[in-house]
């Protein structure tokens, strides 16, 4: 469980950089007009996308980290149990 939520979390992070190297490298790029009014919404709508993506993706690998940590403390108590 350790290494899927060390995959998720970096999965997470590998979003953030890749959207912020993107916006780095379009910023060069400039549009007037209509063609800027247009891709200036693509842009924003993707980039919402992708961070609700991001963002669900840190939920989750918290909630696997979590997962991890109660089936531990579970596993010890268990075998308390039975050690006596």
Request: glycine fraction near 10%.
């Amino acid at each position: 469980m350790q290494d899927t939520s060390e995959s998720i979390t970096k999965g997470s992070q590998d979003i953030q950089q890749i959207l912020d190297s993107m916006q780095s490298e379009l910023q060069k790029v400039q549009w007037t007009g209509e063609s800027a009014n247009a891709y200036q919404v693509s842009q924003r709508k993707w980039s919402e996308g992708m961070r609700g993506l991001q963002s669900v993706l840190a939920a989750v690998g918290h909630e696997v980290q979590n997962a991890m940590l109660d089936y531990q403390a579970n596993e010890s108590r268990g075998a308390g149990i039975f050690n006596g």
